[in-house]
């Protein structure tokens, strides 16, 4: 019932996706000059606050879009990213999606994603399996030779794009063949759903990848820190999320 209202809300804010006058965009920057916000991720975080907690009072919410954000350690917690590709966005390159988790006690509990030019919802909840438009999914059981890799280049963070790049030129080495979308929870939905073998990138926040990490998890597939450990939904780490048939011991090595 909750996820049905949920996917509902999440709908609406599609279609404000869609209709968006990307002309009137207001568009400003956010610490560094390649990192954007429109008054379209305002506005779609402003429609997830209100209606989400409508559902579900009593929950923290934290959006990407806000300065302060609640803890998720104890109750219920929505961690939200109301548009994760903003610069595609921007760029009317039609690869964004809106982005839902719901934790209980700091556990993820839901996972919603969904791509309003493909009309694609992604769900999941803890235990129940994923889907896509309602249907089961599951991550490839390829070998990464026979593979995509998926990857974000953390392009805010200057100090990370070398190792981004060394990193990507060895899973490079070991794919058919590399691809990004501008879009870390849309990647992690393309694993989930066996559309490619293995994503990363080297700094992310718990709204860029809560909902995606169980939604892959429900599907099969493992995701960890890029260095191993488990991920954090309290700050940002790094991201990597690998098919049931995927070692990627190398990117360590
Ligand atoms: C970004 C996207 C992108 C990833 C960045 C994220 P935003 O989110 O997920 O793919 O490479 O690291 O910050 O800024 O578009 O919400
Ligand atoms: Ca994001
Ligand atoms: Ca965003």
């Given at each position: 019932?909750?996820?049905?209202?949920?996917?509902?809300?999440?709908?609406e804010?599609?279609?404000?996706?869609?209709?968006?006058d990307?002309?009137h965009?207001?568009?400003?920057?956010?610490?560094?000059?390649?990192?954007?916000?429109?008054?379209?991720?305002?506005?779609?975080?402003?429609?997830?606050?209100k209606?989400?907690?409508?559902?579900?009072?009593?929950?923290?919410?934290?959006g990407?879009e806000?300065?302060?954000?609640?803890?998720?350690?104890?109750?219920?917690?929505?961690?939200?990213?109301?548009?994760d590709?903003?610069?595609?966005?921007?760029?009317?390159y039609?690869?964004?999606?809106?982005?839902?988790?719901?934790?209980?006690?700091?556990?993820?509990?839901?996972?919603?994603?969904?791509?309003?030019?493909?009309?694609?919802?992604?769900?999941?909840?803890?235990?129940?399996?994923?889907f896509?438009?309602?249907?089961?999914?599951?991550?490839?059981?390829?070998?990464?030779?026979?593979?995509?890799?998926?990857?974000?280049?953390?392009?805010y963070?200057?100090?990370?794009?070398?190792?981004?790049?060394?990193?990507?030129?060895?899973?490079?080495?070991?794919?058919?063949?590399?691809?990004?979308?501008?879009?870390?929870?849309?990647?992690?939905?393309?694993?989930?759903?066996?559309?490619?073998?293995?994503?990363?990138?080297?700094?992310?926040?718990?709204?860029?990848?809560?909902?995606?990490?169980?939604?892959?998890?429900?599907?099969?597939?493992?995701?960890?820190?890029?260095?191993?450990?488990?991920?954090?939904?309290?700050?940002?780490?790094?991201?990597?999320?690998?098919?049931?048939?995927?070692?990627?011991?190398?990117?360590?090595?």
């Open positions: 019932m909750i996820m049905e209202q949920i996917q509902q809300v999440m709908r804010c599609g279609q404000l996706m869609l209709g968006a990307r002309s965009a207001n568009i400003e920057t956010k610490g560094t000059s390649n990192n954007l916000v429109t008054k379209y991720d305002k506005a779609v975080q402003e429609i997830l606050q209606k989400l907690l409508e559902i579900v009072p009593e929950a923290h919410f934290v990407e806000e300065t302060v954000h609640d803890p998720i350690a104890t109750g219920k917690a929505f961690i939200v990213d109301p548009i590709g903003t610069t595609n966005f921007v760029k009317d039609k690869s964004s999606v809106i982005s839902v988790a719901m934790t209980q006690d700091g556990e993820l509990e839901l996972g919603l994603v969904y791509h309003p030019y493909l009309d694609e919802m992604f769900t999941a909840q803890r235990g129940k399996g994923a896509r438009n309602g249907k089961p999914i599951h991550v490839s059981s390829q070998p990464l030779e026979a593979g995509l890799t998926l990857y974000g280049s953390a392009s963070y200057p100090e990370l794009i070398d190792d981004s790049f060394r990193l990507l030129r060895k899973a490079f080495d070991r794919s058919m063949d590399i691809r990004r979308s501008g879009s870390a929870a849309w990647d992690l939905c393309c694993i989930a759903a066996g559309r490619a073998e293995l994503f990363f990138e080297l700094r992310l926040y718990p709204w860029d990848y809560a909902a995606g990490a169980l939604i892959v998890r429900e599907a099969g597939g493992m995701v960890t820190r890029v260095e191993g450990g488990d991920i954090s939904l309290s700050g940002p780490c790094s991201i990597l999320a690998v098919g049931s048939n995927v070692d990627a011991g190398f990117l360590r090595e």
